[in-house]
T-cell receptor
Framework: GAGVSQSPSNKVTEKGKDVELRCDPISGHTALYWYRQSLGQGLEFLIYFQGNSAPDKSGLPSDRFSAERTGGSVSTLTIQRTQQEDSAVYLC??????????????FGPGTRLTVT | GEDVEQSLFLSVREGDSSVINCTYT??????LYWYKQEPGAGLQLLTYIFSNMDMKQDQRLTVLLNKKDKHLSLRIADTQTGDSAIYFCAESMGSSNTGKLIFGQGTTLQVKP
């Protein structure tokens, strides 16, 4: 079946603009994660959604970052007033279940964001 | 705090075994993972081990876990040029209830023909 898909694959934006990144998880997966991969910081957890529970936003680096997940499926990560340090590859992952007994997370190809 | 450490680079000859090492700090980790990232591609789950296991073998891959020393290793037997990639170890945070992953910085494996 289809894997995790993300769009756009590449995004170039000017400093100060807002951007929206989209993730389509694997059908039937209840847990969805956003990570960021950058040269200076490696792979960092950003936010986690599990079913109808309140999301775990503990990894969001500032209040310019927000995310939502509509209908328990598609998720959108929004970055407001982008800064150059936001340049990174944003990765989405989904798993069948979330929780402490973690199941395999399947990653999408990522969105490469460049802020000029 | 939560921290996962890996050496940054490993170079081997084709046909040799590769051993990539990782140390972690959270003793409550429930699962430990190895992911592979090829140039320009996303992360591919290679294998994982539950924290109550010492070893897991999957074809050419062998994972060893020393829970006392909080040390994880990935051995790739008969390494091929197609194994050239960045390898990330990750721990699943058992002390939280999300299963979020904490990644090491990645080890670049270079396989010379």
């Amino acid at each position: 079946g289809a894997g995790v898909s993300q769009s756009p694959s590449n995004k170039v934006t000017e400093k100060g603009k807002d951007v929206e990144l989209r993730c389509d998880p694997i059908s039937g997966h209840t847990a969805l994660y956003w990570y960021r991969q950058s040269l200076g910081q490696g792979l960092e957890f950003l936010i986690y959604f599990q079913g109808n529970s309140a999301p775990d936003k503990s990894g969001l680096p500032s209040d310019r970052f927000s995310a939502e997940r509509t209908g328990g499926s598609v998720s959108t990560l929004t970055i407001q007033r982008t800064q150059q340090e936001d340049s990174a590859v944003y990765l989405c992952a989904s798993s069948l279940h979330g929780g402490p007994v973690s199941y395999e997370q399947y990653f999408g190809p990522g969105t490469r964001l460049t802020v000029t | 705090g939560e921290d996962v450490e890996q050496s940054l680079f490993l170079s081997v000859r084709e046909g040799d075994s590769s051993v990539i090492n990782c140390t972690y700090t959270d003793s409550s980790s429930t699962y430990l993972y190895w992911y592979k990232q090829e140039p320009g591609a996303g992360l591919q789950l290679l294998t994982y081990i539950f924290s109550n296991m010492d070893m897991k073998q999957d074809q050419r891959l062998t994972v060893l876990l020393n829970k006392k020393d909080k040390h994880l290793s990935l051995r790739i037997a008969d390494t091929q040029t197609g194994d050239s990639a960045i390898y990330f170890c990750a721990e699943s945070m058992g002390s939280s209830n999300t299963g979020k992953l904490i990644f090491g910085q990645g080890t670049t494996l270079q396989v010379k023909p």
